[in-house]
């Protein structure tokens, strides 16, 4: 099966790249063939083998979206304000939530999803300020997987009391594209990047600077050090996605964090 993705609308599309089709006839090796003629340019025929992958894509994104409903239900059932939180690796969510949790400590019942490829790290950070912590390793087969998808966020459910919580972060796994594809159940998406990403990045990933509701700009702390061209970054980021609320933030020192929590817990707060 060839690489695929799926668009805005929900539609999946899929580059296919099927071996069997390739010519193969030359005298150094035979079989094989290097004569592309104009008649070869543009010559798409090979993906008509593509109809029933399309359709087994669509049938998986369709089992997604359903149990990320399911999902949903419980979260409003328990009256649970959920926010999936994404980033590429280093961007400081993990830090960021250190202080959120910090924040709220002994204010609001919190819990945790915490999504890495492999080790407990991250969770065991975010120990010890009372949180509910259930931790996703996505390491089972090739490489793990780059992203939280719905039933495995419906399995981490089963480390969380939701009867007996106000609000639940998932810190989804390190990448700025997968993690987008993929409706959890959440109420909002957000994410956090870093200045040292630099400006360009709304309009090199898209999908992800579009699919967010909040966008925390995090490492406010280095600015004097860095050339970031913060005017340059809002102006490309709302070239994808004008309606995005911006906080911008330094996790490490604590500046700025007030604004996100209170958009974060919304109406969950006392």
Known sequence: MGRFHRHDDGTVHTHDH????????TEEHPGHSHDHGQDDLGDHSGYATGRARIEILEDIFSENDRCAA???????AAGVRVINLMSSPGSGKTTLL???LADLQDRLRVGIIEGDIETPIDAERLSGYGAQISLLNTGNGFGGECHLDAPMVARALAALELNTLDLVLIENVGNLVCPAEFDVGEHRK????AITEG?????????MFRSVAAVVINKMDL???????????????????????????????GEGVAAWVAWAVG????
Do not use: C, I, W
């Open 18 to 25: 099927d071996e069997s089709s390739h010519s193969h006839g």
């Open 70 to 76: 399911a999902n949903r239900a419980a979260f409003d």
């Open 98 to 100: 250190q202080r959120t």
């Open 190 to 193: 957000a994410m956090v990047y």
């Open 199 to 207: 400006e360009d990045k709304p309009l090199k990933y898209p999908v």
């Open 223 to 253: 600015a004097p050090y860095l050339d970031f061209d913060m005017d340059l970054f809002r102006r490309n980021l709302a070239t994808v996605n004008p309606s995005a609320k911006v906080f911008e933030l330094s996790a490490r020192t």
């Open 267 to 270: 109406t969950s707060l006392p």
